[in-house]
Each structure stands twice: as C-alpha cells, then as structure tokens.
C-alpha cells in the first residue's frame, strides 16, 4: 500500500472530502445537533467495562466520523496496527519494534520481537521487582544501621519521572503508609535538597532510573544524592540505600550499586511508554504487587479493545481521529486536558510528553516534509482550580481549543458534599462550553436584573457565550488501578492513531536530542573565560553567567 511507504495521505480523496465536509459544517452549533437528535449520547459514546467516552459534545456528525474512518484506512491504520501488535519494527528510524503492550501482557499472551516471546523475559523482571518491592514494603530490606526503609526518592527524569510520578499521586489511596515516595528530575538542586531535607540517610533508599545509566540530570542528581548519604555513612553502605532501573551494568557497578539490585528493561520500549515496566518500581514499593498487577490488568484490557473493535466502535481510535480533525482540519492548535480528580493533577504533564514528544514532527516517517498541521501542543490543569485560571479564555476568548475531562465519579476521599459539587462543575464546564448562551438568553437575563439603557448595550456582548467549544468526557466509575491502567493506555494508542494518520514516526525522539548536544558544549564554556563562537545573544549570556553566575 503506497500509504505505508510514503506520506501521500493529504493528497486522498477523502483528505479534500474532509476539507469541503469542515467547510459545510464549520456554522453548525453543537446546540442544535442535539436539539435534532434525542439519541446523540447514545449514537456518540463508547463504554468499556466502566470507562466511558462521550464524545457527543464534539463538532461532528455520522458523516464526520464516516469520512474519519475511512481516512484512517487509507492511512493504513489496520495494518500498522498490525504491525505493532507482531513486533515488527514501526520505530522505523530506529528499526526497532515497539512493544510497550508486552509489559502489560497476561499469562497466556505473546508478543514477539524478532521472532522470539519476550513476555517469559518481561514476567521474570516483574517478579524480581515485586520480590524487591514486597522486601522493602515489609520491612525485610534494612539499611545500613537496620533499620527499615521510610523513604524511597526516585531519580530519573522525562519517562522515567513523569509516569512514575502521576501513577504514584493517583493511587496514593491504595499506598502503604510505611513508605513515603518521593521523586526528583529537575537538574536544579532545590528539588533534590528540599526532598532530602525530610529523609534519615540511613533510612531513605534510593532508585536511579536510567536505562543508559548515562542520562546527565539523573547522574547529577545521583551523584550529589550519594555525596549526602555518604556524609553519615561508608561506600560499602551504598549498596544497601541505592539501586538501578538500567542496562548498563558496568555503570552501575562502578557508581557502587550491586547489579543484584539492577532492574532492566528493553530497547523496545521508549521512556514514555515505561511506567508498566521496571520504572514502575516506585509504584509498586508504594502500592504494592497486587494493585500494580490490577493496574497492568486495566492497561491490557484496553489493549484487547484496541486490537479487537471497530474504528467506529473504538476509544483510543475515536479520540485520534477527533484529534486529528481538530489540529489538522480546524487549524487548533492546543488541547487542553482536565482532570477532575486531585490524584489526576499530574496527567496534563504525563501526557505532554506522550503526545508532544511522539507526534511533534513536522517530518514523516521516512524524511519527508509534512504539509499539514501536525502534534498539538498539551496543557491543562486539574479541576476547579482550571476553572479559575484559564476557562475565561475558553468560553469567550478567540481560539477554538478542544478539550478532555476526565472525570472519576467516586471519589477515594469523601469529605462531605464537596465530591458532588466537583462533578457538578465538571458537567456544568461540559454542557456551557457546548451550549453557550445567546444573545437572545444574555439579554433576558439582564433585563431581569433590571439593566438598560447605555449599560445594557455595554454589557450584553460582554455576557454572550458562543458555545461550541468540542469536548471528550472520559468517565470512570472510580479513580484506581485498573481504571488508571485503562486511562493510560487508551491514551498512549490514540496518540499512535494519530501518528499514523499523520504519517509520522511516534517512537523517536531526536528533537530532543540537538539541545543536549548543545549543554554537553556550553557548561564547560560556562566555567571558562575562552572566546566564544555561538550567536550573539548566546555569547552574551554566557559572559553575563560568566561575571554573575555561581
């Protein structure tokens, strides 16, 4: 199919079907959609097993996602569904496969990489983790002077800190109280003091996350977390305070960790698909073996959906196309994420890196220049806090920015009345960015306030809403393992349906390659007072470094 070898998507008939459809249905209000259509919830959404996509509130109609659908076939989506599914190599510039599925996976399920199950590999290290993890959570694993473990801080950074981080902050219901986990990424060093500042050497342990064990932000961060565990304790004590989520041994090794205590993973899963394997330790220290299993268990059955339902009849590909519609077709630019759920805070930086990271290329998969809107950029903020800083500009700014909410309908804290009126604000934020208000209902409301004259013809445009703002509600019954592994995973394979679809390669990563190169640079020029030779801003800011720096 020539779709699969070069990116030929945008000249398809159904690409400039899509273009004339927007055209045609860019002045229907969503308002009137349903006003035509009783049933639009239920002709809509989608639920599996207690997670629920209403997709009604979007600027779609049948024939939107008839055409959607068939751009995908076009694009070959099946097929490249396929493809991951069996291991072949769809990083392409890589040439490696793409199995992050395989860390999920049940114990009668295979998926091959080169012709060889990696699911036996993949249970083994599990094991190994969860035999660590249960040691430290009971109080077996001791530190140096015997006394159990009270803090475990997590260093690594990108995949190996931001899916760690949020699962660990959704499940902290789930958590034991014996163990405290913490995470540190920023190269600044305020992060890692003010972490430590609360942790006993002698009873904080230690993971570096690090598959190459060479990233420079972890090993600076490990390094200067050794230099504080070492000033109230031996090297021979390091092996009991750190350990290693890497695959180089002999690193590890020499920064004095026992490869005992050496957690590896594989070159067929990148860091921000990772948190299901051994990045997940932290999690599984916290919550331990069986909710981390219920977590994996809701990943793999979204999985199942993913490979086994209709375009028409499936989350992870509905949520692509309507992505891909928005940001390629409406020209928007954004998509804003909100959680109405506290555990949740964390999941609009989770997903910035899964989406931005995989699908912000303006080249195809195999070099060439994409003429069309690619990767959106990911923002959001949790809850009512959301509605505070920043919905102003969604319901009456300029910008159309199509929006998810997640919303789980019980809450792990019930504390009066407050779980109600947060479901409340979520379903009022949904229906008003949808509906609007007219002038005609601005006007009415006004005039019941007693407003006239002069002052009325000020306010009115001023209380105008146009609505029609496109939302996702992603429901789920409760905010926990198996529905967090659901809400993950469903995300991580919409972020390949559009990939696909945009003919681009959502496994690599070399943008953020090119700024490392230019640090590894930079900092020892920081410390000298050699000439420069980078642009003329850049000199200057290193010479103003150089006088006032430290």
């Not at 070898?5 to 959609?33: G, S």
């Not at 049940?106 to 998926?111: A, L, M």
């Not at 995300?491 to 681009?504: P, T």
Request: with cysteine; proline share 5%.
């Amino acid at each position: 199919m020539a779709s699969l070898l070069a990116n030929d998507i945008n000249l398809t008939p159904v690409w400039a079907q899509l273009h004339h459809h927007q055209r045609a249905t860019r002045p229907v209000h969503m308002r009137d959609l349903f006003e035509a259509d009783p049933q639009r919830f239920e002709h809509f959404s989608i639920e599996l097993d207690g997670f629920l996509l209403d997709y009604s509130k979007n600027r779609v109609t049948a024939r939107t996602m008839e055409l959607l659908t068939e751009l995908a076939r076009t694009a070959g989506l099946g097929d490249w569904m396929r493809r991951l599914r069996d291991g072949e190599p769809v990083n392409v510039s890589e040439h490696r496969a793409v199995m992050h599925m395989a860390l999920r996976a049940g114990e009668h399920d295979h998926y091959c990489v080169d012709g060889i199950d990696v699911v036996p590999d993949v249970h083994a290290t599990l094991a190994r983790c969860f035999d660590f993890a249960r040691r430290v959570r009971d109080g077996e694993w001791l530190g140096h002077d015997g006394r159990r473990i009270a803090d475990v801080v997590n260093i690594g950074i990108g995949g190996s800190d931001l899916g760690p981080m949020l699962v660990d902050s959704a499940l902290r219901p789930f958590a034991s109280e014996a163990v405290r986990v913490h995470f540190v990424s920023n190269l600044d060093g305020a992060q890692l003091m003010q972490t430590l500042a609360h942790c006993d050497p002698a009873t904080t342990l230690f993971i570096v996350a690090s598959k190459s064990f060479t990233t420079p932000e972890t090993l600076a961060n490990a390094e200067a977390a050794r230099d504080w565990f070492l000033r109230t304790a031996t090297a021979a004590d390091v092996a009991r305070h750190f350990v290693a989520v890497s695959t180089n041994t002999p690193a590890v090794c020499r920064f004095g960790i026992d490869p005992a205590n050496m957690f590896g993973f594989w070159d067929w899963v990148g860091g921000r698909y990772s948190v299901w394997s051994a990045i997940g330790l932290p999690v599984m220290i916290a919550v331990g073996e069986a909710h981390f299993r219920d977590f994996l268990a809701g990943a793999r059955e979204m999985d199942a959906h993913f490979f086994s339902a209709p375009f028409e009849r499936n989350i992870p590909v509905v949520m692509g196309l309507l992505g891909v519609w928005y940001n390629t077709f409406y020209g928007a630019h954004t998509h804003a994420i909100m959680p109405y759920s506290q555990g949740l805070a964390r999941l609009p930086a989770y997903l910035q890196q899964l989406d931005m990271e995989s699908n912000g290329k303006r080249v195809g998969r195999y070099g060439e220049k994409l003429d069309f809107d690619t990767g959106p950029v990911i923002w959001g903020e949790v809850g009512v806090n959301s509605q505070h800083a920043f919905f102003q500009l969604l319901h009456q700014g300029t910008r159309l920015v199509p929006c998810d909410f997640i919303l789980p309908l019980s809450s792990q804290y019930p504390v009066g009345d407050h779980h109600r009126q947060l479901v409340a604000n979520c379903l009022a934020q949904t229906e008003a960015l949808m509906r609007g208000k007219t002038v005609a209902e601005a006007l009415a409301q006004l005039e019941d306030e007693g407003v006239s004259g002069d002052t009325l013809d000020m306010l009115l445009p001023q209380k105008v809403f146009p609505g029609n703002q496109p939302s996702n509600t992603l429901v789920l019954d409760a905010l926990c393992p198996r529905s967090l592994g659901m809400l993950l995973a469903a995300y991580e394979h919409k972020v390949f349906v559009e990939g696909v679809i945009w003919g681009i390669n959502s496994f690599d990563q070399w943008g953020v390659e090119y700024g490392k190169l230019l640090a590894r640079r930079i900092a020892p020029e920081l410390a000298g007072n050699g000439p420069l030779s980078h642009d003329g801003s850049t000199n200057a800011l290193i010479e103003r470094y150089r006088r006032r720096g430290q």
